[in-house]
């Protein structure tokens, strides 16, 4: 599977952007899918993760309300709308797909691919 992740931008505190993620191949439905994102000087952190029908979604105590994490398996791709952006969001946003048997995981090794990232900068 090869993610690719686009959507970035500068926007203002308060504003909002969707990141989407392109997923080729064919497997794209049997695969959770997650968003993570690694700010300058500071360690990966999960994001958002969504089932692979949908039916689940989990989100980081610091997005929730204000993140909402989608998929579309017909189009083989996954978003992340953010709103009431904050400049602590500023960070490489990275989606992954994970093959486990879970619903979803918030930990980054569980996780197959990897999109190459897209920037997100938030101005105060």
């Known amino acids: 599977v090869q993610l690719q992740a686009s959507g970035g931008g500068l926007v203002q505190a308060g504003g909002s952007l969707r990141l989407s993620c392109a997923a080729s191949?064919?497997?794209?439905?049997?695969?959770?899918m997650g968003w993570f994102r690694q700010a300058p000087g500071k360690e990966r952190e999960f994001v958002a993760v969504?089932?692979?029908?949908?039916?689940?979604?989990y989100y980081a105590d610091s997005v929730k309300g204000r993140f909402t994490i989608s998929r579309d398996n017909a189009k083989n791709t996954v978003y992340l709308q953010m709103n009431s952006l904050k400049p602590e969001d500023t960070a490489v946003y990275y989606c992954?797909?994970?093959?486990?048997?879970?619903?979803?995981?918030?930990?980054?090794?569980?996780?197959?691919?990897w999109g190459q990232g897209t920037q997100v900068t938030v101005s105060s």
């Open positions: 992954a797909a994970d093959s486990s048997a879970t619903s979803g995981s918030r930990s980054g090794p569980m996780y197959d691919y």
């Open positions: 191949g064919r497997t794209f439905s049997t695969y959770n």
């Open positions: 969504i089932s692979r029908r949908g039916g689940s979604t």
